[in-house]
């Protein structure tokens, strides 16, 4: 593939020697499972991030159901989630013993925002999922302020994102809500060598409660104070995002620095661009467009070369299995059907040449005037 839709390989090859370096202290440290290198990088990422804690969990998603618990959230609750997200933002959820329920998303930013999510609140609603989609950056201040309740931000594919404020503040991405979850599935915008993921929080007690979940609810595997989870970051994973977390300010720069190039070269002109949130600079993860016929595009990429696909082509609230959460019907969510059906991702990455990008531009100006 001329240029691959995402490309997680280039970046790492100036770190292979410390990548290498770190599996082997592991391997001969002999020492698995919440060592050493858990410890480092939890206060390297939570002092990356401005956050006062960050706890190491097994992938993104066992985050997000964990963060929920710890928010209190369980039997007889609602959280509102937007349904144009992975999946997993939703599915989360009913393992806690609440239930989603869907709200949309603007059309512009693809993230939800605070009317979006207040138009899913009930009296029942305990806390809302929002979604900082694509590494876009959802309103979380306007969020908490229009509903009151506690937000977990979904940030798996906002590593590296950044919001500045009206007086100059600098925030990212895990530090904006209540609570905050990322994953280190391998392509993400900080991918570890298999499945991980972090709960970050600024909130002592929440941390607190985080910690002993993500450990069988003990404290010591003695004395057990809830119905907890074996989901722990392992050692080897740590090692490996110890050594590529230094290096994700500057791929979050690159990524956002493809989007003003695709901009400057007149992709725009062409297909439906995806708008930074006010004061964002979001660290793309993926690299989404809306158009009429997303998949012609697409396919009509793929015969030059260029990688493109859509993620989300059945919206969450749409799946099979979220059917029985939506007894009194499925949620009307008219901009994330027409998102669902007008997007198509087209390639990014932290390593981006300015030749690849040309490339993507030509190729869909061509099969857009071919068809
Ligand atoms: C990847 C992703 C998750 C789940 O992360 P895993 O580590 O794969 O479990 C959750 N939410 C969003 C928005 C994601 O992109």
Same mark, same amino acid.
């Given at each position: @593939?001329?240029?691959?839709?995402?490309?997680?390989?280039?970046?790492?090859? /100036?770190?292979?020697?410390?990548?290498?370096e770190?599996?082997?202290?592991?391997?001969?440290?002999?020492? $698995?499972?919440?060592? !050493?290198?858990?410890?480092?990088?939890?206060?390297?990422?939570?002092?990356?991030?401005g956050?006062?804690?960050?706890?190491?969990?097994?992938n993104? *998603?066992?985050?997000?159901?964990?963060?929920?618990?710890?928010?209190?959230?369980?039997?007889?609750?609602?959280?509102?989630? !937007?349904? $144009?997200?992975?999946w997993?933002? &939703?599915?989360?959820?009913? /393992?806690?013993?609440?239930? +989603?329920?869907?709200?949309d998303?603007?059309?512009? %930013? @693809?993230?939800?925002?605070?009317?979006?999510?207040?138009?899913?609140?009930?009296?029942? %609603?305990?806390?809302?999922?929002?979604v900082?989609?694509?590494?876009?950056?959802? +309103?979380?201040?306007?969020?908490?302020?229009?509903?009151?309740?506690p937000?977990?931000?979904?940030?798996?594919q906002?590593?590296?994102?950044?919001?500045?404020?009206?007086?100059?503040?600098v925030?990212? +991405?895990? *530090?904006?809500?209540?609570?905050?979850?990322?994953?280190? =599935?391998?392509s993400?915008?900080?991918?570890?060598?298999?499945?991980?993921?972090?709960i970050?929080?600024?909130?002592?007690?929440i941390?607190?409660?985080?910690?002993?979940?993500?450990?069988?609810g003990?404290?010591?595997?003695?004395?057990y104070?809830?119905?907890? =989870?074996?989901?722990?970051?392992?050692?080897?994973?740590?090692?490996?995002?110890?050594?590529?977390?230094?290096?994700?300010?500057?791929w979050?720069?690159?990524?956002?620095?493809?989007?003003?190039?695709?901009?400057?070269?007149?992709?725009?002109?062409?297909?439906?661009? !995806?708008?930074?949130? /006010?004061g964002?600079?979001?660290?793309?993860?993926?690299?989404?467009?809306?158009?009429?016929?997303?998949?012609?595009?697409? %396919?009509?990429?793929? &015969?030059?070369?260029?990688?493109?696909?859509? =993620?989300?082509r059945?919206?969450?609230h749409r799946? +099979?299995p979220?059917?029985?959460f939506q007894?009194?019907?499925?949620a009307?969510? !008219?901009?994330?059907d027409?998102?669902?059906?007008?997007?198509?991702?087209?390639?990014?990455?932290? %390593? @981006?040449?300015?030749?690849?990008?040309?490339?993507?531009?030509?190729?869909?100006a061509?099969?857009?005037?071919?068809?």
């Amino acid at each position: @593939m001329a240029v691959p839709l995402f490309d997680t390989a280039t970046a790492l090859e /100036p770190l292979r020697d410390r990548l290498d370096e770190a599996l082997l202290r592991v391997a001969r440290d002999g020492r $698995f499972v919440l060592g !050493p290198e858990v410890h480092a990088f939890e206060e390297e990422l939570a002092a990356w991030l401005g956050a006062r804690h960050a706890i190491g969990v097994a992938n993104g *998603t066992e985050a997000i159901t964990i963060a929920l618990r710890a928010l209190g959230v369980g039997p007889g609750d609602e959280v509102v989630v !937007p349904s $144009f997200t992975f999946w997993a933002s &939703a599915e989360a959820i009913p /393992p806690t013993g609440a239930v +989603p329920v869907f709200c949309d998303v603007d059309p512009d %930013t @693809m993230c939800v925002t605070a009317e979006t999510v207040a138009a899913a609140v009930t009296p029942r %609603t305990k806390a809302i999922i929002a979604v900082h989609l694509f590494g876009n950056v959802a +309103p979380i201040a306007a969020i908490r302020e229009r509903t009151g309740l506690p937000v977990l931000e979904d940030a798996a594919q906002a590593a590296g994102s950044t919001l500045r404020d009206g007086d100059g503040t600098v925030a990212r +991405p895990g *530090t904006m809500g209540d609570v905050a979850t990322f994953s280190f =599935y391998p392509s993400k915008n900080l991918g570890a060598f298999g499945d991980g993921g972090a709960i970050t929080t600024s909130d002592d007690a929440i941390a607190e409660r985080v910690r002993t979940l993500r450990f069988h609810g003990s404290a010591d595997k003695v004395d057990y104070v809830e119905i907890g =989870y074996n989901s722990r970051l392992d050692e080897v994973q740590a090692a490996i995002l110890r050594v590529l977390l230094p290096s994700l300010e500057s791929w979050a720069t690159h990524r956002h620095r493809v989007d003003a190039r695709y901009r400057a070269a007149g992709l725009g002109e062409l297909v439906t661009l !995806p708008e930074a949130a /006010p004061g964002s600079a979001p660290a793309w993860h993926l690299y989404v467009v809306r158009t009429e016929e997303p998949d012609a595009l697409a %396919t009509g990429l793929g &015969a030059r070369g260029v990688g493109a696909r859509g =993620y989300y082509r059945t919206p969450v609230h749409r799946q +099979p299995p979220m059917a029985a959460f939506q007894a009194g019907g499925l949620a009307d969510l !008219p901009v994330t059907d027409e998102l669902a059906r007008t997007h198509v991702a087209l390639p990014i990455s932290a %390593t @981006m040449t300015e030749r690849q990008i040309g490339e993507v531009v030509d190729g869909v100006a061509a099969v857009l005037a071919g068809r």
